[in-house]
């Protein structure tokens, strides 16, 4: 499937093809596979023509075909949920702060896009579940910041 592709495979993502997509979140089109890579499980939920599929890896081998669960008429999108392998990074945690910030920067940027922020770690400083989404894009970050 494109879903297993672009996650298991390196510089698989449109923007390599010059007429996939007009904009890109990341740099060097690495991002999905090499989280893939360094999780012992990531799950990937896209709802896509009013349908909800779902495939889930580990370590960046597939754990099973992309599954279709049926119909989903009120969702778009999709979600990323993955956990960082232990094997890897010993007791080294990601910071949910860091990664909030660069959460809603990433809105900003992309105005028709909501973002929703949810992590199961609670650092006292980042909530644990939020939604960003900016339709001015730069210049609501613009408006927030010269406020």
């Known amino acids: 499937s494109a879903l297993e592709i ?7 993502g449109g923007k390599f093809s010059g007429d996939s997509y007009e904009t890109s979140g990341g740099l060097h089109g690495v991002g999905s596979s090499v989280v893939n890579a360094l ?3 990531l799950r990937v939920e896209v709802a896509r023509n009013k349908e909800l ?3 889930e890896f580990s370590r ?5 075909k992309l599954e279709k669960f049926g119909a989903a008429p009120n969702r778009r ?3 990323v949920t993955f ?3 232990a094997d890897i990074f010993g007791s080294l945690t990601l910071k949910p702060a860091r990664l909030f910030k660069m959460a809603r920067s990433k809105a900003y940027l992309f105005s028709g896009v909501e973002i929703r922020w949810k992590t199961s770690q609670n650092d006292g400083e980042t909530p644990q579940e939020a939604k960003f989404h900016f339709p001015g894009g730069l210049a609501d970050y613009l408006s927030e910041s010269l406020k």
């Open 6 to 12: 672009i996650f298991c495979t390196l510089n698989a």
């Open 39 to 41: 999780s012992d499980h």
């Open 53 to 55: 599929f779902a495939m």
């Open 60 to 64: 960046g081998v597939p754990q099973g």
């Open 77 to 79: 999108g999709t979600a």
């Open 83 to 85: 956990h960082p392998d």
